[in-house]
């Protein structure tokens, strides 16, 4: 396969789950010719989903198969992959990384909201308190692509969206 450098950029949004990657990718999406690209869906739709794992209460992911589902997607660029974890993608997909950060008590808020109780509750709340995803954001993509953004209100919510528009035209300049 040969490979054809990028002339529009493939961003990832990650972070624990609720603190707003969906939200962010979906206007980002309306505001750019950018496609969403939501991850638990796509495995959904292409039956990349194992058996249930009891104690995380979710469905095992068939990283592989995922990949080779994806794959062809990723070449032309143009794509926001949203997903709560990252070091299994390839490097060489991604052009910018952005971490989703919230608050605790706002995302233990939407969380609740969302039907979460118990140690589902409790390992995603613990997953933000550790900045597990921001580490793992870190070790699995050079530091300068990777960029944490706070998004506990709808003020940042917008500002967040500028930034990364702000983002793709400059990376777009820097790329012709
Ligand atoms: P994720 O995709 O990371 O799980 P979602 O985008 O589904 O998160 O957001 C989780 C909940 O939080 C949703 O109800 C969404 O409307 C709300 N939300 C997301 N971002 C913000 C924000 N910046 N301010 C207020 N509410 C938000
Ligand atoms: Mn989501």
């Known amino acids: 396969m040969t490979n054809h450098p990028r002339i529009i950029p493939n961003l990832l949004v990650t972070g624990t789950p609720g603190v707003g990657k969906s939200s962010i990718s979906r206007l980002l999406s309306e505001r750019t010719n950018f496609t969403w690209r939501e991850v638990s869906k796509l495995a959904e739709e292409h039956n990349c989903l194992d058996e249930y794992d009891p104690e995380y209460q979710c ?22 992959v949203d997903y709560h974890g990252c070091e299994f993608f390839p490097e060489r ?9 919230t608050n605790n008590t706002v995302l233990y808020d ?3 909201a969302r039907g979460y109780t118990g140690k589902k509750l409790q390992d995603n709340i613990q997953c933000e308190i550790f900045e597990t995803l921001l580490e793992e954001a870190q070790s699995s993509y050079k530091p300068e692509i990777v960029q944490e953004l706070q ?13 990364i528009i702000e983002w793709i035209e400059r990376w777009k300049e820097n790329n012709l």
């Open 59 to 80: 469905p095992f992911l068939n990283e592989d198969k995922l990949l080779d589902v994806m794959e062809g997607m990723m070449a032309k660029g143009g794509n926001i």
């Open 93 to 101: 997909w991604f052009d910018g990384v952005f971490v989703i950060r």
């Open 110 to 112: 939407r969380l609740t």
């Open 151 to 163: 998004n506990d209100t709808e003020e940042q919510l917008q500002k967040n969206i500028d930034t």
